[in-house]
């Protein structure tokens, strides 16, 4: 083949594709050194190219979670260091509460102690609601589930009839109603005369009692619950009491009658459900209800609904008939009736629990890695003074401070409860967070593998295409100077 022609030059043509070749070597080279990626088109290789961006989508999204995942982790703090100042606002108002106890301080003291109570509890109050992330309230709560289990019509029992003769009958007399849901646990019998004795049982967390009981054969004992009159145990005298001879004999025959001696099984108390009646047609709970099992009534010829839990009792006043109604009690129980109330006529009365779910809390949500369903809920429970049942204590009496003691232990329970859950919270968010800055580092790695440039290659590349392109350079000049020389032998 003749390199050289009158029409063409394939030596100078070819040393050109060369030159071209290595120009373009040396240009990519440049490129990669200058971007720091090798990939620096689709071409130069699509399927890393693909893997990269991917990986470069996925690095993008995790570094938005880890911002997540720290904004998350500062709520929790917000809501932690409040309940952290709740529960030593908590501590002093059980401290006041234990001082204005003692019987050595006047009236006026008791009185200024109060004082400096309600001031307290207001702020415990203000540290709730207050506590928020971006306008959103952390502590205030949601509102309460509610589940009715009916009307009371009677409390059933286990009760057996005694190894003591001619006692007790060993049945529950239908005068037995109210509130009561537990098991027989002690009875105490005292004498209050000759013929009359005091007699205390315990069931569940009440204490039933009756004073001056006097045993009458085919009679009925009837015992009132001490924290609500409205719950009432009746047990049957057997027909002939003869047994009954002294303190000792009347308590044998009840605790026997009650399972109560070892190797016996004790009574259980049940309250049973009916249909509702009289227009009470049901209850709500707000975020402030403590949780519990609870028992709402209204009593004939009064104009007085109760709440009682088996400890506590609320009252609220209703006195309209024919109207739709809701009265509210003091925990954030609600009581609705519809327009067939009558005032005066009694309400049989309806059981319910009061549950603390989600819906008792405040709930956010934190997407955490990728993929959408990668979440994280944080649950922050109300502490709010209705949440935890401390609203409208005082300790201006003995009695009230007694009772403000009890239930502001309740009260920090639930408190550290709350803090401890949050807590565990915050400490999966830490985990989360390290586990994160893991993951975008591997990534970043992987990553770099795929696409990056290898810069002491890329120099390499670049010094020996840019070298071969001048050597092409000078190739293709002498290349081309053939072409002369074939001119000059045409000439001579």
């Known amino acids: 083949m003749v390199d050289v022609t009158g029409l063409s030059n394939l030596s100078a043509l070819q040393t050109q594709n060369n030159m071209k070749k290595h120009t373009t070597s040396a240009a990519d080279a440049i490129a990669q050194l200058s971007s720091g990626t090798r990939l620096i088109k689709a071409s130069s290789d699509s399927s890393a190219a693909a893997i990269s961006k991917g990986m470069s989508s996925d690095i993008s999204v995790l570094n938005q979670t880890k911002i997540n995942a720290s904004n998350a982790s500062s709520l929790i703090q917000v809501a932690a260091s409040a309940m952290n100042d709740q529960l030593s606002l908590l501590t002093s108002l059980k401290t006041l509460a234990t001082k204005a106890a003692d019987a050595s301080l006047s009236p006026t003291n008791r009185g200024l102690v109060n004082n400096e109570y309600q001031q307290i509890l207001q702020q415990t109050d203000d540290v709730a609601n207050r506590a928020r992330w971006n306008g959103v309230s952390l502590m205030t709560g949601g509102a309460g589930t509610v589940t009715l289990s009916g009307v009371v019509a009677q409390a059933t029992a286990s009760v057996v009839a005694p190894t003591l003769a001619n006692s007790m009958a060993g049945t529950v007399n239908a005068a037995t109603t109210g509130f009561i849901d537990g098991t027989a646990t002690d009875v105490v019998v005292n004498i209050a ?142 009581a609705t009736f519809d327009n067939t109330f009558v005032v005066g006529t009694s309400v049989t009365p309806m059981t319910f629990d009061v549950a603390r779910s989600a819906a008792n809390e405040i709930s956010l949500t934190f997407q955490l890695a990728e993929k959408s369903t990668d979440t994280l809920t944080v649950d922050i429970a109300g502490t709010t003074i209705q949440a935890l049942g401390i609203n409208g204590t005082s300790v201006d009496t003995i009695t009230n401070a007694d009772n403000a003691s009890n239930l502001l232990q309740v009260a920090i329970d639930r408190v550290n409860g709350a803090f401890s859950q949050i807590g565990a919270q915050q400490k999966r968010l830490e985990s989360t967070q390290n586990n994160l800055t893991n993951t975008v580092t591997n990534l970043e790695s992987a990553r770099a593998n795929v696409a990056d440039a290898d810069i002491a290659a890329s120099m390499t590349n670049f010094t020996i295409s840019n070298t071969m392109a001048q050597v092409s350079n000078v190739a293709l000049s002498q290349s081309l100077g053939l072409t002369q020389q074939l001119l000059s032998i045409v000439r001579t």
């Open 193 to 334: 005369s000759a013929t009359s004795y005091d007699v205390s049982i315990k069931v569940g967390e009440q204490w039933f009692t009756a004073e001056g009981a006097v045993p009458t054969a085919g009679g009925i004992l009837t015992l009132t619950s001490t924290s609500d009159s409205g719950s009432r145990i009746a047990l049957d005298y057997a027909a002939n009491v003869g047994g009954i001879v002294s303190a000792a004999t009347f308590q044998q025959g009840l605790e026997e009658t009650l399972g109560i001696p070892a190797g016996l099984l004790n009574a259980t108390f049940l309250s049973q459900s009916t249909a509702a009646n009289n227009g009470l047609t049901g209850v709500t709970a707000a975020s402030s209800a403590p949780t519990g099992t609870y028992s709402v009534r209204y009593d004939a010829n009064s104009d007085v609904v109760t709440l009682t839990n088996g400890e506590q009792k609320w009252t609220q006043s209703i006195a309209t008939t024919g109207a739709a109604q809701t009265i509210s009690f003091a925990n954030g129980i609600s």
